[in-house]
């Protein structure tokens, strides 16, 4: 579940599956595309800002931006690093890249390299960039320092309208936190799962959690988790 620390709203009535048809494929959400519904809606209607921190008006304008910048082709970052990220994330991924109206940039970290390798070559998917962050004997520190930079520059370089993670690994919480200094809106697929002990599992509850304090959508897997 999704504490009562955090305030921001699930995309109403619309479960991931359906808001994802419906932004790629030219669907209808109140009389709008499904991009501009979901744009707009976390920016502009979102009770604690899809910017936390920021005036209504900020994100007013990031929205301007973005709206602009979308007109063309959206981009839409995938981050991934692990085998469980690859493995929820490719029919994902698939869908996003069978999209014409969207530009999809799969990113990976290299958290897992060989592991995420061999899913990606299962699925018949490629990544537009590799970090390559593994090192021997990796700690945490390592995999979110190196994770915050080789993004941070991939995000300025290609700058994209949403950045995607899934589930609560290292790499999705140092995804999102790039992001977010970035100031690009962060959708979290897999969230709401809580244990309610923040040291167990370790570090994945308090990277879900934290996430859930930067993501502007929320895909939760189930009732409980939405709750």
């Given at each position: 579940r ?28 109140g ?22 921190g920021k ?9 301007q931006d ?16 692990t ?61 979110t ?29 140092a ?9 690009i809106?962060?959708?979290h ?8 002990n ?5 570090p ?16 939760a ?7």
């Amino acid at each position: 579940r999704v504490g009562p620390e955090c305030e921001a709203e699930r995309v109403p009535g619309v479960g991931f599956a359906s808001w994802l048809s419906s932004f790629g494929r030219g669907g209808k959400l109140g009389g709008k595309t499904g991009l501009a519904t979901a744009i707009s809606w976390f920016f502009l209607q979102d009770r604690r800002q899809a910017l936390p921190g920021k005036s209504l008006l900020t994100n007013a304008l990031k929205f301007q931006d973005l709206y602009n910048a979308a007109v063309d082709q959206p981009r839409v970052t995938i981050v991934l690093g692990t085998r469980p990220e690859a493995i929820k994330l490719a029919p994902v991924i698939q869908a996003f890249q069978a999209c014409d109206a969207l530009n999809t940039r799969v990113v990976l970290t290299g958290q897992h390299r060989e592991m995420v390798a061999q899913v990606m070559d299962l699925f018949g998917l490629k990544a537009d960039q590799d970090l390559n962050l593994m090192a021997p004997r990796q700690t945490l520190t390592h995999v979110t320092c190196a994770a915050l930079q080789g993004l941070r520059d991939d995000f300025q370089l290609y700058p994209p309208q949403l950045v995607l993670v899934q589930g609560d690994t290292t790499t999705a919480f140092a995804a999102g936190l790039a992001a977010f200094y970035e100031q690009i809106p962060v959708g979290h697929v897999e969230a709401g799962l809580r244990t309610d002990n923040l040291l167990d599992p370790f570090p994945e509850e308090a990277n879900r959690r934290l996430l859930s304090q930067i993501s502007s959508l929320h895909f939760a897997p189930t009732q409980k988790a939405q709750a």
